[in-house]
Structure formats: C-alpha cells, structure tokens
C-alpha cells in the first residue's frame, strides 16, 4: 500500500490499482535482473541496478529488455507473460508502445530461434514435380 496526505486527510492507494493479479513495475523490474546472467557486462548490469537502486523501475525494466535484445537471451514464457499484463495497465501510451515494441523483438527473436529450418528434403522445389507422381498414378490405373 501507498499512502498519500493532503493537509486534511491521508488515503491509502492499493500497489496494484487494477485490483487483480497484475505484477507491480518493481517486482517486474528485480525479476528481470535476476535473470540476467552473471556475463553480461559491467556497464549494462550497472546500469540496471542503479536504476533499480533509485527506484526507477520502469527504466531498469526498460534497459533489461535492452540488454536480453543486445545479448541475444531469452526470457521465460511466464515473464513475457507478466510483462504483456503489467504493459496493458500503463497510463503512458508512449511508454506502453516503446516497452511493447522492445518486448515484440525479444519474442520475435525467440521463435525464430525455435522454428527448426527445414531438411533439404522437405524444402520445397519450385518447378519440380513430386518424385512420388508417378508412383501414385501407376496405383489408380
């Protein structure tokens, strides 16, 4: 809970104002820097910690994102998961399109990584027929 005062009254003001199960930007933001491996290079890792240190979740998030892109890492299905849920909540379009738009690239990247190539067997030959054609037409005489 957040609590903010005015001179005659203070209210307290849920973490999470859509009320349902969507991640909090800090959550979210050490998540992603947990998964970060060890190799990835001094400046970027400290550059996501000192936005974190400074509770600048939102760049931390951001610069994370950055980082798996510039590194060609993967991200668990389940925090893309989370990052689609708390993205749909953001009141900054701009913000919301530019994160999106980094998130798009990570999943983009990853089921190409994922999509096996095809054998040279199974690639299709333009202009050529079927090696089996003729086999098939010798069984429906």
């Not at 003001?13 to 933001?29: C, F, M, S």
């Not at 399109?97 to 690239?105: E, I």
């Not at 983009?108 to 990584?113: G, H, K, S, T």
Request: contains cysteine; hydrophobic residues 40%.
């Amino acid at each position: 809970m957040r609590f903010h005062r005015d001179r005659h009254r203070s209210i307290s003001v849920p973490d999470n104002p859509t009320g349902g199960n969507t991640v909090t930007a800090d959550e979210l933001a050490w998540r992603l820097a947990d998964l970060l491996p060890p190799v990835l290079p001094d400046m970027d890792r400290h550059a996501i910690y000192v936005a974190l240190g400074c509770r600048h979740f939102r760049s931390a998030i951001t610069l994370s994102l950055r980082a798996v892109i510039k590194h060609r890492l993967g991200l668990p299905a389940v925090m893309i998961d989370d990052l689609h849920t708390w993205m749909a909540v953001l009141h900054d379009d701009g913000e919301r399109a530019s994160l999106q738009a980094l998130l798009q690239m990570v999943i983009q990247r990853e089921a190409a990584r994922t999509i096996p190539p095809l054998a040279p067997s199974r690639r299709p030959q333009v202009g050529r027929a079927p090696a089996d054609a003729g086999v098939q037409s010798h069984h429906h005489r």
